[in-house]
């Protein structure tokens, strides 16, 4: 029969599956120059197939900064097998991470900034779960502000999607 798919038969490139974490919590970060996980974007998949290959992309509905100059660091983390690793970053050291804001229009009420993070295909190479995370630093300290400006006046939801792309 021509066009059916069974379980285990995807053509090259299709979409397997579709994860997605959508938050609109908002939340205020005072952790200085150390590495967390962003509240509520943590997408948890079982690959249907042990070769996929998994692709990533995030929305940050808008931050804001206590501070006039700063820099705030995302990337993306997968957890698996009781290991974490970086995604799409040459070292998991230092400020190394997939996209940053550095602020001057910021420590106001008005001053948010919203960011597209980029994609990155993963190959976890597995079958078993695996987590996907967004991770920030904020480099410089103060107060971080999540889904919202300073003044909570503004607040714009975030999102992480985890697509499994076949790869035979």
Not at 140 to 154: H, P, T
Request: net charge negative; glycine share 10%.
């Amino acid at each position: 029969m021509t066009g059916i798919l069974t379980d285990n038969l995807y053509p090259n490139g299709s979409i397997v599956q579709i994860k997605q974490a959508f938050t609109a919590t908002t939340d205020t970060y005072t952790s200085s120059n150390t590495w967390f996980n962003l509240g509520g974007l943590q997408v948890d998949i079982t690959p249907k197939l042990s070769n996929s290959k998994m692709l990533i992309s995030g929305q940050l509905g808008c931050v804001d900064h206590d501070q006039n100059s700063y820099l705030v660091i995302f990337r993306y983390a997968r957890y698996q097998g009781n290991i974490t690793s970086v995604i799409g970053v040459g070292a998991n050291v230092g400020r190394v991470g997939t996209t940053a804001i550095r602020g001057t229009a910021s420590a106001d009420v008005n001053g948010i900034v919203g960011s597209t993070l980029p994609q990155f295909l993963d190959s976890p190479g597995a079958s078993s779960q695996i987590s996907y995370f967004v991770q920030a630093n904020n480099y410089n300290g103060g107060d971080f502000y999540y889904n919202r400006d300073k003044g909570n006046n503004e607040n714009f939801p975030s999102s992480l999607t985890v697509m499994e792309i076949a790869n035979e």
